[in-house]
């Protein structure tokens, strides 16, 4: 029953106060199917100001199966509990199904691996995700195993370290060596006006920014600065920021064929320990490394870094050996 100083509020802001185990969006979802209802009678206005007095009648179903199927593929787990899990996924892994990767991706893997436990908020195509890596991209991810904590990630990921704790950091092998030991990309990402499949910085595009750091940097044969290694944290997450602003700013990922096609020629500038090694990478150089949040339970502040994989440690090397 709705009470004085309930009285006049939205639905959906009174439930979400009775109700904090469930989420604004879940709360959103079931109110706009009809599974909430005054006197009997659904509200579908998640706006509908109630009047003290009111009593609210919640249907909760049971969460529908998600519609890939579990699949047993292995997971590098730095970390579980009851709310979360957090893995180091390796390149080639696509993170949810989409249209050519209906199988074998990391969610087959967590619906085998967490069965009901997973959250549903993300919709029956990405159970538990609250942010995904590119597929050849490396590195820490944390999936929610519940509404509560799909509800806490979310919200630290919309916030990206602004007000709260989180940080994400990652690795990043670049053509050419910045002029500064460490800089900010702040431009807007939309998706490219031409070929869909792209990201790029446009005028009006969502806000964008990147912090970037020189690590090391790398000559070539002919002992010329050629590549970077660069530590970068983002401030946002868009799809490819990485990927985009490093391209936008001269120096793009060694290895990505989508966003530094035109930088391919340079490798016949690195010694030929160093082009095999880029060669049998066959990725884009990018590691997320570092991944600091609060659990969404505790609240306790959590810490993971992950070294760089064998394929990036070999790159690494060779670069270095031509110095």
Same mark, same amino acid.
């Given at each position: ?93 696509? &993170? @949810? ?5 209906? #199988? *074998?991706?990391? /969610?087959? $893997? ?5 069965? =009901? !436990? +997973? ?10 995700? &609250? @942010? ?5 991209? #490396? *590195?820490?991810? /944390?999936? $929610? ?5 799909? =509800? !806490? +990630? ?22 050419? /060596? ?146």
């Amino acid at each position: 029953m709705v009470e004085g100083d309930e009285g006049s509020a939205r639905l959906d802001r009174v439930l979400a106060a009775r109700l904090p185990d469930l989420s604004r969006s879940r709360l959103k979802a079931l109110i706009l199917a009809g599974a909430v209802s005054l006197k009997a009678t659904p509200v579908r206005d998640p706006a509908y100001h109630v009047a003290s007095g009111d009593t609210i009648t919640i249907e909760v179903p049971e969460a529908a199966p998600a519609e890939p199927k579990g699949e047993k593929i292995a997971l590098d787990i730095v970390f579980e509990d009851d709310d979360i899990v957090v893995l180091n996924k390796p390149k080639g892994l696509v &993170v @949810h199904p989409a249209a050519g990767h209906e #199988t *074998g991706t990391l /969610v087959n $893997a967590l619906i085998a691996h967490c069965g =009901a !436990s +997973l959250s549903g908020i993300g919709g029956v195509r990405r159970p538990g995700i &609250v @942010h995904r890596l590119d597929k050849d991209t #490396t *590195g820490l991810m /944390v999936v $929610a195993k519940n509404d509560m904590a799909h =509800a !806490s +990630l979310s919200a630290q990921f919309a916030d990206h370290g602004r007000t709260g704790e989180m940080r994400r950091g990652y690795m990043a092998f670049a053509w050419g /060596v910045p002029g500064r030991h460490r800089g900010t990309v702040d431009a807007p990402i939309d998706r490219h006006p031409h070929a869909r499949e792209k990201m790029a910085v446009r005028q009006g595009g969502r806000e964008a920014v990147t912090h970037w750091e020189i690590l090391e940097s790398f000559t070539g044969r002919d002992g010329k600065p050629i590549a970077t290694l660069l530590a970068c944290e983002l401030e946002t997450g868009r799809t490819h920021q990485i990927r985009v602003h490093l391209a936008h700013i001269g120096h793009p990922l060694m290895g990505d064929a989508v966003y530094g096609p035109h930088f391919k020629t340079k490798a016949n500038q690195l010694g030929p320990e160093s082009q095999a090694a880029l060669a049998a990478l066959g990725r884009q150089a990018l590691h997320a490394y570092l991944l600091v949040l609060e659990h969404p339970r505790t609240g306790e502040l959590l810490h993971w870094e992950a070294p760089l994989p064998e394929d990036l440690l070999l790159l690494q090397s060779a670069l270095k050996a031509a110095l």
